[in-house]
């Protein structure tokens, strides 16, 4: 990789290992099949069809890689729950809906090495018995769904796609499928609610985990993009050297996306817990603009809990206990879970002093209130009231009950809705004013009442 070239002015930090990312912003790189050919492509794919299916999944599972889409769930595990008896088609979906706010990295690999996904894809799809995937194309991408389909008939014309692949006698077929702009198709089961035509209303789990009831409630594994693409290069590798890379429990390589106030923002490709919070944000990304210091951090994409780059953690190390600062944070699944928040999707959103931390929580409860699909009661209901709230707070008419309502609220939808998106509007409110109650309450005043009764009424019966 060291002869690799980069672009002028993007050339990959230091600190970074570029395996995904490798041609990404390279050199002479473009997104043509004989480009990807000339540089390995699809070699891959021709061990791995040497294979046995169950070998494959074996090597993803003793990679250890965990799922890149947001919840970190071990993807060769994932694979081993679609049923063994199973009679009906297994279908593969790769989730290019990227979604969560502050991601910023399938669309990369989309545009500049779509083989990289497809090699991914086919090589999935013979593990698992699929002979027909998806690509489920978030609305906002049209160039990428173009530059997707084009890469797909180029990978046809070579036969790594269709009938008989390279004469292996495996038959697949990838269909790039274009959302309709709504940040719940995200989800995997409205994902999959949204392929079969319908309003993307997500599914109670149980029963209709994908793995064993998924689209046409066949078994269906949804993987996001960048955990695909890590399956090329756990085979090229084999799984003890992938899973050399990281940390234990939480191997590879991860897309951190870092947007907001450090100097210099942008996707840094690093091995999994190798490197501190503190060196992503000062060294990496060159720290705090000019004159201001770091305030907070969501870690994970905007569902994550923020952190404040004032506190420490005390945390279980084996039989004893650990305490680090914010700084000290490794980038990995278990150490920000153990902090309190979570890794998610990658996306670290960063926050300096000139913030005011009513504008985040009203920024994240717009979204929200936007987002929700509108199924259940507590989100659909809890995630306008949040918004109503902080509303109040940022135009400066909110009073100190104003903040306990809003947290009673964020509670009551917790853990009470049909899906994860329940909790990733909740929790960062939770979080926010657990951390800056103080802040929040500064900007409130017992004189301002001017709620009208009935809206007194109706925030009193939901949070109750
Ligand atoms: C509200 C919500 C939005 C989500 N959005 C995305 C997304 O845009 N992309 C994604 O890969 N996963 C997203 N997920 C996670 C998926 O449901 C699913 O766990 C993931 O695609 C599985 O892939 P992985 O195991 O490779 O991470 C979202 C989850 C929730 C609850
Ligand atoms: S939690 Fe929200 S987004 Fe999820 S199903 Fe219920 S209303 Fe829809």
Same mark, same amino acid.
């Given at each position: 990789?060291?002869?690799?070239?980069?672009?002028?002015? $993007?050339?990959?930090?230091?600190?970074?290992?570029?395996?995904?990312?490798?041609?990404?912003?390279?050199?002479?790189?473009?997104?043509?099949?004989?480009?990807?050919?000339?540089?390995?492509?699809?070699?891959?794919?021709?061990?791995?069809?040497?294979?046995?299916?169950?070998?494959?999944?074996?090597?993803?599972?003793?990679?250890?890689?965990?799922?890149?889409?947001?919840? @970190?769930?071990?993807?060769?595990?994932?694979?081993?729950?679609?049923?063994?008896?199973?009679?009906?088609?297994?279908?593969?979906?790769?989730?290019?809906?990227?979604?969560?706010?502050?991601?910023?990295?399938?669309?990369?690999?989309?545009?500049?090495?779509?083989?990289?996904?497809?090699?991914?894809?086919?090589?999935?799809?013979?593990?698992?018995?699929?002979?027909?995937?998806?690509?489920?194309?978030?609305?906002?991408?049209?160039?990428?769904?173009?530059?997707?389909?084009? !890469?797909?008939?180029?990978?046809?014309?070579?036969?790594?796609?269709?009938?008989?692949?390279?004469?292996?006698?495996?038959?697949?077929?990838?269909?790039?499928?274009?959302?309709?702009?709504?940040?719940?198709?995200?989800?995997?089961?409205?994902?999959?609610?949204?392929?079969?035509? $319908? =309003?993307?209303?997500?599914?109670? $789990?149980?029963?209709?985990?994908?793995?064993?009831?998924?689209?046409?409630?066949?078994?269906?594994?949804?993987?996001?993009?960048?955990?695909?693409?890590?399956?090329?290069?756990?085979?090229?590798?084999?799984?003890?050297?992938?899973?050399?890379?990281?940390?234990?429990?939480?191997?590879?390589?991860?897309?951190?996306?870092?947007?907001?106030?450090?100097?210099?923002?942008?996707?840094?490709?690093?091995?999994?817990?190798?490197?501190?919070?503190?060196?992503?944000?000062?060294?990496?990304?060159?720290?705090?603009?000019?004159?201001?210091?770091?305030?907070?951090?969501?870690?994970?994409?905007?569902?994550?809990?923020?952190?404040?780059?004032?506190?420490?953690?005390?945390?279980?190390?084996?039989?004893?206990?650990?305490?680090?600062?914010?700084?000290?944070?490794?980038?990995?699944?278990?150490?920000?879970?153990?902090?309190?928040?979570? !890794?998610?999707?990658? @996306?670290?959103?960063?926050?300096?002093?000139?913030? $005011?931390?009513?504008?985040?929580?009203?920024?994240?409860?717009?979204?929200?209130?936007?987002?929700?699909?509108?199924?259940?009661?507590?989100?659909?209901?809890?995630?306008?009231?949040?918004?109503?709230?902080?509303? =109040?707070?940022?135009?400066?008419?909110?009073?100190?009950?104003?903040?306990?309502?809003?947290?009673?609220?964020?509670?009551?939808?917790?853990? =009470?809705?049909?899906?994860?998106?329940?909790?990733?509007?909740?929790?960062?409110?939770?979080?926010?004013?657990?951390?800056?109650?103080?802040?929040?309450?500064?900007?409130?005043?017992?004189?301002?009442?001017?709620?009208?009764?009935? !809206?007194?009424?109706?925030?009193?019966?939901?949070?109750?």
């Amino acid at each position: 990789m060291s002869d690799i070239q980069y672009l002028p002015g $993007k050339e990959p930090h230091p600190c970074e290992h570029r395996m995904i990312f490798k041609n990404i912003d390279r050199a002479g790189w473009d997104p043509t099949i004989d480009c990807y050919l000339n540089d390995g492509g699809y070699d891959q794919l021709q061990k791995a069809l040497t294979m046995e299916p169950q070998a494959i999944t074996n090597e993803v599972k003793a990679s250890g890689l965990r799922g890149r889409g947001g919840a @970190g769930f071990p993807t060769g595990v994932k694979w081993g729950f679609i049923p063994p008896h199973n009679t009906k088609p297994v279908y593969l979906i790769c989730n290019c809906d990227e979604s969560e706010p502050g991601t910023f990295k399938d669309r990369y690999i989309v545009h500049q090495d779509p083989h990289q996904l497809i090699e991914g894809m086919i090589i999935s799809c013979f593990a698992v018995g699929a002979h027909t995937a998806y690509i489920y194309m978030r609305e906002e991408f049209p160039e990428a769904a173009i530059i997707m389909e084009k !890469a797909i008939e180029e990978a046809r014309a070579k036969n790594f796609l269709g009938k008989d692949v390279l004469g292996s006698g495996f038959d697949v077929e990838i269909y790039v499928h274009r959302g309709a702009g709504a940040y719940i198709c995200g989800e995997e089961t409205g994902l999959i609610e949204s392929l079969e035509g $319908k =309003r993307p209303y997500p599914r109670i $789990k149980p029963p209709y985990f994908p793995a064993a009831l998924g689209l046409y409630m066949a078994p269906t594994i949804v993987n996001n993009v960048e955990s695909l693409c890590h399956v090329k290069h756990i085979i090229e590798m084999g799984s003890e050297a992938y899973a050399q890379l990281g940390v234990a429990r939480n191997t590879g390589t991860r897309i951190l996306c870092v947007s907001g106030d450090v100097k210099n923002p942008g996707y840094y490709e690093v091995e999994v817990g190798k490197i501190t919070m503190g060196e992503l944000l000062n060294d990496v990304c060159g720290g705090p603009k000019e004159g201001r210091t770091f305030k907070a951090c969501i870690p994970g994409g905007s569902s994550a809990k923020i952190l404040r780059c004032d506190e420490s953690y005390t945390i279980a190390q084996g039989d004893s206990e650990q305490t680090l600062t914010f700084f000290d944070i490794p980038m990995d699944f278990d150490t920000i879970a153990a902090c309190g928040s979570m !890794a998610g999707s990658g @996306g670290v959103i960063v926050m300096d002093d000139s913030r $005011k931390i009513s504008w985040v929580l009203n920024n994240l409860n717009s979204f929200y209130a936007h987002e929700s699909c509108g199924q259940c009661t507590p989100c659909r209901e809890g995630s306008m009231w949040m918004k109503k709230i902080s509303d =109040r707070i940022v135009d400066g008419h909110a009073t100190p009950d104003d903040i306990q309502t809003l947290e009673d609220v964020a509670y009551q939808i917790d853990g =009470r809705t049909v899906c994860a998106f329940g909790e990733a509007s909740s929790w960062p409110v939770e979080a926010i004013i657990s951390k800056f109650r103080d802040e929040l309450t500064a900007e409130t005043s017992e004189d301002n009442d001017d709620l009208s009764e009935e !809206a007194k009424q109706q925030l009193q019966f939901i949070s109750e």
